[in-house]
């Protein structure tokens, strides 16, 4: 099984909501939200991910605040199935609007309100952090 690793990106504005995004087309795990962010690369560290793939994904440029923790998950049940590990940090948006390239849809939530979203499975242990 092939494992990949990831680094997301929690983006919270001035009222305490959380950017989420939902997956495109065609791409695994299509429909499902997401926290923003994408694989590490060879010899780039987590922060690097993160800045570059949100630079890459939502035109926008972040500053990584702290770690929040990581995640390990088996999808199991696709079509290519694979494992990851995700690793989550709080972030601060620092220029930009984060207008979509990859994703259908965006918005910003209510920490309370996460629960309510359909997350991917890797993403959902980070709601209990968040909030």
Partial sequence: MKHVEVVCAVIKNDNGEVFCCKRGPGRALEGFWEFPGGKVELNETHEQTI????????????????????SNYEYNNLEKPFSITMYAYECKLIKGELRLTEHTEKKWVKKEDLKNINFAPADRPFLEIIK
Avoid: A
């Avoid at 793939?53 to 926008?60: A, Q």
């Fill in 51 to 70: 800045v570059r793939e949100i630079k890459e994904e939502l035109l926008s440029d972040i500053k990584p605040i702290r770690y929040i923790g990581l």
